[in-house]
């Protein structure tokens, strides 16, 4: 019989990959949940199929409160998970959401990219642009979704993610700067415990993405023209003492500040706190100051 062979030639902070190219994530699956009433906040959510090939899709999240002329802002989040893991259907994704959708009185839009290793980088870049693309066709009321055409304001627009999801926000921003959004106004950008080159995990980025340009790849390691036309008003970035990757989350604070981009720019860290912590307990103290940041963000004038 042949067997697998099973000398690992990488190994990487989320997967190993096997001489006869397999590649065996250490995290492959995460529990999902469906759409739903959420019967304690009241919150809806609904999915939509936005492309069947390749394979993107939406949950979109409404809060309870919502009157039938009411137009609110709206979020488009970008999930984390490595580029190779998790969804916006998980139970911790599905739920944080749900709570910053009832917190800040927001329609919330959270996006299904491809991962790696189905679909390596730059999918995850592709699939959530061209969802950003599909919310922005609502903007003229005549799109394919009621709750988007009915209550989303298209000139208060949020983009964010935590960690591989702060990444790909980051260059959503920058396409928006660069290209533009018809029908939208992007007003603020929220990245949270964003990953971006400088760590040992370098390495494991280029691998997932064969294409890349090296560790100059401005998807890694954003460049000051990318910075300096982000297509927003105003960013909040979160950074975590514990995280190895706070000094690339600082740096890019830094860094924007330097452009010469006309942005507001405002840091946060969590002290003493993992990366992503707020994610597995969201009554948690901190995770709740987390929360309350993120929403004072969004309902700032």
């Known amino acids: 019989m042949a067997s697998s062979d099973p000398e690992i030639t990488h190994s990487f902070r989320f997967f190993h990959v096997y001489k006869d190219g397999r590649v065996v994530l250490h995290f492959p699956t995460c529990e999902k949940l469906p759409p739903s009433d959420d019967p304690i906040s009241g919150v809806r959510s609904n999915d939509v199929v936005i492309s069947s090939e390749p394979a993107v899709s939406v949950r979109i999240f409404l809060p309870e409160s919502v009157n039938p002329t009411q137009k609110l802002p709206l979020v488009f989040y970008v999930h984390g998970g490595g580029f190779c893991m998790q969804s916006p259907f998980s139970t911790t994704y599905h739920n944080f959401v749900t709570t910053l959708v009832n917190e800040a009185n927001v329609i919330a839009v959270s996006v299904d990219y491809g991962l790696f290793p ?137 860094e924007l500040k330097k452009s010469g981009w006309g942005g507001s720019v405002e840091i946060v860290e969590n002290l003493g706190e993992e990366h992503c912590f707020h994610l597995f307990n969201l009554k948690y103290e901190k995770a709740v100051d987390l929360i309350n940041k993120f929403v004072a963000f969004i309902k700032q004038e």
């Open 118 to 254: 189905t679909r390596p980088v730059p999918a995850c870049y592709e699939d959530s642009w061209a969802a950003l693309q599909w919310v922005a066709s609502h903007s003229n009321g005549k799109g394919p979704h009621s709750w988007l055409n009915n209550h989303a304001d298209f000139q208060r627009v949020f983009i964010g993610g935590d960690s591989a999801g702060g990444n790909i926000s980051h260059t959503l921003a920058a396409r928006v700067g660069s290209i533009g959004l018809p029908g939208t106004k992007v007003v603020g950008v929220v990245l949270v415990h964003p990953y971006f080159g400088g760590t040992d995990d370098d390495k494991m980025w280029l691998y997932m993405c064969p294409t890349n340009g090296g560790l100059d790849d401005p998807r890694l390691k954003p460049v000051t023209g990318d910075l300096a036309r982000l297509g927003c008003e105003r960013l909040l970035i979160f950074v975590a003492e514990k995280d190895h990757l706070m000094v690339v989350g600082k740096n890019y604070y830094e």
